[in-house]
């Protein structure tokens, strides 16, 4: 069903995240270059450029800690766990490392406790930069996807040694870089997924040495795969710019003819949430001295009721997460911008 058939409505309301607050407020780190996100256990996560790590509260307050001497690349915060996984830099011409934390647990700085550093090599040793990262719910999986291609999978409890734990190394070093990976299960059903630009497969964890299942000779970019919730049939989400594509481990299951340019996917309780390319061209005269950042448009789509909750433009969007029932936008100049959904009665009054 092509989404111009959907209803449309606006179920959630835009406002800026509050900068007056007591302690440190979102304001104090506005100058930091962030590089990537997370979310979970009732705290937004942002990781930066110079290493360190930013959480904030539901008070919007902000708490930072140095997590790598250089540059944070990825974060995953597991939801049932109070985890914090990351990969960064620690040291220039060296292959980035995982660091696992206990975000219960301080350190004699008072920071989260770090229990495990490794070091991410691909099967070739060849140094490479890690371009997608994913850890699995039951804390014995981490997978990590490089530029050239391979895939590393951890196996065994992620916050132990790294010696007790054993590395499996999946994909071919020339089908392109890994654009996107998620875990789907658990116990004997448990699958890795991943994309390139170019295909979509799948892995069963339960063997030995885990085959690599082609389901789609068609991929997606960085950012444009996440998994679905048991709304959607916990299917893994392919966005391309012409359709939204739903896999399960052994098959492709259905599509969605959304049409343009997907920068960004990501699936929120029920909601696939799609960040596009503005089509429309900037106003502003090419002339112009001003600095304008892109504009991208949001749209959130029900999935389970085949309408569109929220669309709006919004400018340089970075980063899209989820905590505390709304959803939080990272935007140009480091703006905080809240969707907050409105209740059953406004919804009503909507439609």
């Known amino acids: 069903m092509a989404f111009t058939q959907w209803r449309r409505f606006t179920f959630f309301n835009k406002q800026a995240v509050p900068t007056n607050v007591a302690g440190r407020s979102w304001d104090t780190v506005r100058d930091a270059e962030m590089a990537c996100s997370t979310c979970g256990r009732g705290v937004l996560i942002f990781g930066d450029s110079n290493g360190f790590v930013h959480m904030v509260n539901h008070n919007f307050q902000v708490s930072t800690f140095k997590a790598f001497a250089i540059t944070v690349l990825h974060l995953f915060q597991l939801k049932q766990h109070n985890m ?4 960064g830099i620690d040291e220039d011409g060296v292959n980035p490392v995982i660091k696992v934390w206990n975000m219960d647990k301080k350190d004699k700085f008072g920071n989260p406790f ?7 090599i691909p099967a070739s040793n060849t140094p490479s930069m890690v371009t997608s990262f994913c850890v699995h719910e039951n804390q014995s999986f981490m997978a990590v996807g490089f530029a050239i291609g391979s895939i590393a999978l951890y196996k065994g409890d992620i916050a132990k040694d790294r010696t007790l734990n054993r590395t499996v190394h999946l994909m071919n070093e020339n089908e392109g870089q890994i654009t996107g990976l998620s875990f789907q299960g658990t116990g004997k059903a ?3 997924f991943a994309t390139t630009e170019n295909l979509v497969v799948s892995f069963n964890l339960q063997e030995k040495l885990p085959k690599k299942n082609v389901l789609d000779r068609r991929g997606c970019s960085l950012f444009c795969s996440t998994m679905s919730d048991m709304v959607m049939d916990n299917h893994f989400i392919v966005t391309a710019s012409d359709a939204v594509y739903a896999y399960q481990a052994d098959s492709r299951g259905p599509c969605f003819a959304f049409d343009g340019e997907k920068l960004m996917a990501k699936w929120f309780n029920g909601y696939l ?3 596009y390319k503005d089509k429309a061209k900037n106003s502003i005269p090419s002339s112009s001295s001003m600095k304008i950042p892109d504009k991208n448009i949001v749209t959130i789509y029900d999935a389970s009721q085949k309408l ?3 669309s709006s433009p919004l ?3 970075q980063e899209v997460l989820y905590e505390w029932g709304s959803l939080f936008a ?3 100049d480091n703006n905080l911008i809240c969707l907050q959904e409105i209740d059953i009665q406004q919804k009503l009054e909507v439609v």
């Open 308 to 310: 569109i909750a929220y």
């Open 84 to 87: 914090l996984a990351a990969v």
């Open 330 to 332: 990272l935007v140009a």
């Open 273 to 275: 949430v799609l960040v």
């Open 315 to 317: 400018p340089g969007v």
């Open 190 to 192: 448990c699958h890795l």
């Open 114 to 120: 770090c229990c495990r550093i490794q070091r991410t």
